[in-house]
């Protein structure tokens, strides 16, 4: 008897555990969220199609250093995407090193959640991945509360050498699962 409680613990405890990333879904597309972010500094930021090593994307360009930050609710069992590359420095300037952050922010406390360093000589794009469930889905709290907040997501760009360049955050998007994505349409008409 005692078996057979732990394999049903088990069997509804894996059927709960659903992986995103085969499942994905796009909540949210960051470059239609792009107008309306807070940039720093206020010059140099742009929305263009960026070709890197043959592989075009839609993408987000911005200064280094910079930070580019997006105020919304985030979708339960959120997974941030994109790409990131170097632009290449112009005819002159030396090459840059460059460290690019993704982090959280509710207005009390930063979070910083993911870091790629992209170096002169990289080629081609690079993925990043970030994942955005502990802000949004019921949790264990009387107090704590993620889907009523409006989370602040911060896309920086540091410069890591001193030399300024450009960076390029590649086809920028939340992802979720389907039930995520419809709960969180119905749940984000609120917030506006």
């Known amino acids: 008897m005692h078996r057979y409680a732990l ?4 069997v509804i405890l894996c059927g709960g555990c659903r992986h995103v990333e085969n499942t994905a879904v796009q909540a949210v597309n960051l470059l239609r969220e792009f107008d309306a972010a807070e940039k ?3 010059a140099g930021f742009q929305i263009t ?3 890197i090593d043959g592989v075009s994307r839609p993408s987000i360009v911005v200064p280094v250093p ?3 930050t997006i105020s919304l609710p ?3 069992r959120g997974v941030l995407r994109a790409a990131a590359a170097l632009e290449p420095p112009s005819a002159g ?7 690019l952050r993704v982090g959280v922010s509710d207005d009390r406390i930063y979070e910083r959640l993911t870091d790629v360093v992209l170096t002169a000589g990289q080629r081609g794009w690079v ?3 970030t994942d955005l469930s502990a802000y949004a889905g019921w949790k264990w709290s009387f ?3 993620p889907e009523r907040v409006m989370w602040r997501v911060v896309l920086a760009a540091d410069a890591i050498d001193g030399i300024p360049a450009t960076a390029v955050w590649g086809s920028p998007e939340i992802v979720t699962d389907r039930d995520g994505a419809k709960e969180y349409t119905v749940r984000r008409a609120r917030f506006r």
């Not at 394999?7 to 088990?10: D, E, P, T």
């Not at 300037?93 to 460290?99: E, H, L, T």
């Open 7 to 10: 394999a049903i613990l088990a």
């Open 40 to 42: 720093r500094p206020s």
């Open 49 to 51: 199609d960026r070709q």
């Open 66 to 68: 910079s930070r580019l």
């Open 74 to 76: 985030l979708p339960r």
């Open 93 to 99: 300037r030396p090459a840059a090193s460059v460290r």
């Open 127 to 129: 993925d990043v991945r």
């Open 143 to 145: 107090f704590y509360h």
